[in-house]
């Protein structure tokens, strides 16, 4: 998945993200979940990303995710 399924074109832009950067991010997030949830690309700009989607989740740490990523799908 080179670039992704998501355009620009398809997102409204905010005060808090262009979107070109909404785009990117879609992008990035499917290609993470593509991989399997490799947990080199779960790079601090996806947990920041995904604590702003998602504030439930921003409690917790990158590592405290991964260890529960890797035991739901061990």
């Known amino acids: 998945m ?17 979107a070109e950067d ?7 997030f499917l290609h993470f979940i593509a991989s399997e949830w490799k ?5 601090k700009s996806v947990y920041n990303q995904l ?9 917790y740490g ?4 991964m260890r529960s990523v890797d035991a739901k799908t061990a």
């Open 2 to 18: 080179p670039k992704g399924p998501f355009e620009a074109q398809r997102f409204v832009p905010t005060k808090f993200d262009s």
């Open 39 to 43: 947990e080199s690309l779960f790079t």
């Open 22 to 28: 909404k785009a990117m991010f879609g992008n990035t």
């Open 62 to 65: 990158e590592g405290v995710i």
């Open 51 to 59: 604590s702003n989607c998602f504030g439930h989740i921003a409690h």
